[in-house]
């Protein structure tokens, strides 16, 4: 069964400063893999995705993600965090089988603190 | 365009209580799929629905259900409540693909008291 690991619930940097949020997964075939970010009392938005091609993926907010398939990761990044970047990050992967989008496995999240 | 729309919002139910949870999708999307989402458990895939059929499912009782209409519209239903379906119901729907971006409601936060 397909997996994903985020690790570290919480993490606080200075605004400025190089955000890295950690995600692992485990996938028997080769994953679709998105970074999606949740602000309070808000429904999910899409970061950025890897399908197939470039696996270094860049999205929006200045983010961007590397898939690293001999590490099973895909981190995301952002040089320079902003206090507007403050919210929660979910690592998601899916099969993507047959004609729909199949269905996301998620990782618990990674909250994002930025001081000013 | 007008983006998911999940109804209602906020809705306080007691156990035992049945709740039916209503979502519209982006024009022109088909694929409908739901999550619950808890402080303990995470995200947690419900079902899938695409063209009125279900494509996927995951694990909960079958006291979760749904369905998808013909317009793609959705509604999930949760019969007996329990204290512990107390959760935000997020809504997503994506057109038809594999690895296409879902796009997610602002969600139903169901309390049960």
């Known amino acids: 069964a397909q997996s994903v690991t985020q690790l570290g619930s919480h993490v606080s940097v200075s605004e400025g400063a190089l955000v890295l949020l950690r995600c692992n997964y485990s996938?028997?075939?080769?994953?679709?893999l998105f970074w999606y970010v949740q602000y309070p009392n808000q429904g999910l938005q899409l970061l950025l995705k890897?399908?197939?091609?470039?696996?270094l993926v860049k999205g929006i907010n200045g983010f961007e993600a590397e898939f690293k398939k001999s590490e099973t990761s895909f981190h995301l990044t952002k040089p320079s965090a902003h206090m507007s970047d403050a919210a929660e990050y979910f690592c998601?992967?899916?099969?993507?089988?047959?004609?729909?989008?199949?269905?996301?496995?998620f990782g618990k999240g990674t909250k994002l603190s930025v001081k000013p | 365009k007008a983006g998911v729309t999940q109804t209602p919002r906020y809705l306080i139910k007691t156990r035992g209580q049945q709740v039916t949870l209503s979502c519209s999708p982006i024009s022109g999307h088909r694929s409908v799929s739901w999550y619950q989402q808890t402080p303990g458990q995470g995200l947690q895939f419900l079902f899938e629905y695409f063209s009125e059929t279900q494509r996927n499912k995951g694990n909960f009782p079958g006291r979760f259900s749904g369905r998808q209409f013909s317009n793609s519209r959705s509604e999930m239903n949760v019969s007996t409540l329990e204290l512990g379906d107390s959760a935000l119901y997020l809504c997503?729907?994506?057109?038809?693909?594999?690895?296409?971006?879902?796009?997610f409601g602002q969600g139903t936060r169901l309390t049960v008291v």
């Open positions: 890897y399908t197939t091609g470039a696996t």
């Open positions: 998601a992967v899916s099969e993507g089988y047959g004609g729909s989008q199949g269905n996301l496995i």
């Open positions: 997503a729907s994506s057109l038809a693909g594999s690895g296409t971006e879902a796009f």
């Open positions: 996938s028997s075939v080769p994953p679709y």
